[in-house]
């Protein structure tokens, strides 16, 4: 496992409500090959020095992973990038498309915003510091914010409900306290935010679970205090959401920088 402590990673002073940003540089000296574990929110990259990382069989300089992606490894020879976590509810109108047409897919943000990217890009390259990218990405989030398609109030709400609860609200309950019908919720749901309220609760559980592994805390409390059945309710979760075990998955790096990348 490549040492993580060697990375160099930035933080913004502040950032809007729903966009989480963090700025990522990476050594160089020997390839490293990550493996990018599901997160509910939708994950933008940018790779800013003209070095593309390695995804699946296709080399990419910007990378969009829909919410609840499979787990996907990425290898690079160093990297310098700027990293979004957005909020479904953001996602939508800032990528211009229903985000049901990105579930479980890893594309270039090329191939949704064009030559929007590749402008971008070359900001980022051109700019000294750190807080200069967060500006040139957070006045991008603007734009295309003003020019974009709005989630529906009652999709907003059972979202907020879902992460709010860490994924362990009812979600059959939903339906009935937006008053819709349990098919409009769950068709408008999935069209907007990519998983049904079922998949989208279990993905923040697993999580917040997850995330209290990486912290030290035993699978048995995580279990027990999570949601799960049982401790081998979490282990199947785990292994569905990571692919490893939970003790494997407590070490991945992505996972181990997340309270310097993603504080709170």
Known sequence: MRDTAAWE?????????????AGFRIPGDRPAELRAIPHPAVTVAIEFSGRPVAVGGRRMTSVVAGLGFSV?????E???CVQLRLSPLLAHPVLGLPLAELRGQVL?????WGRGTSALRERLHDARTWPARFALVEAELAARLDAGRTVDPE???????ILGSHGRVRVRELAARTGWSRQRLWSRFGAQIGLT???????????????????????????????????SHLHHEIRAFT??????AAGEPWLAVDERAWPG
Not at 72 to 76: E, G, I, L, T
Not at 108 to 112: A, G, H, R
Not at 155 to 161: D, F, Q, Y
């Open 9 to 21: 990673i930035a933080r913004p002073a502040r950032t809007r409500p729903g966009a989480d940003l």
């Open 72 to 76: 996907f490894r990425v290898r690079a």
């Open 78 to 80: 160093g990297v310098d």
């Open 108 to 112: 270039s943000l090329d191939d949704l």
């Open 155 to 161: 999709v907003a709400w059972v979202w907020r409900e």
């Open 197 to 231: 309220p079922k998949r989208a609760a279990m993905l923040v559980r697993f999580d917040h679970a997850v995330h209290r592994l990486v912290r030290g805390h035993s699978a048995a409390r995580v279990a027990a205090e999570g949601g799960y059945a049982d401790q």
């Open 243 to 248: 692919g490893t075990t939970p003790v494997a």
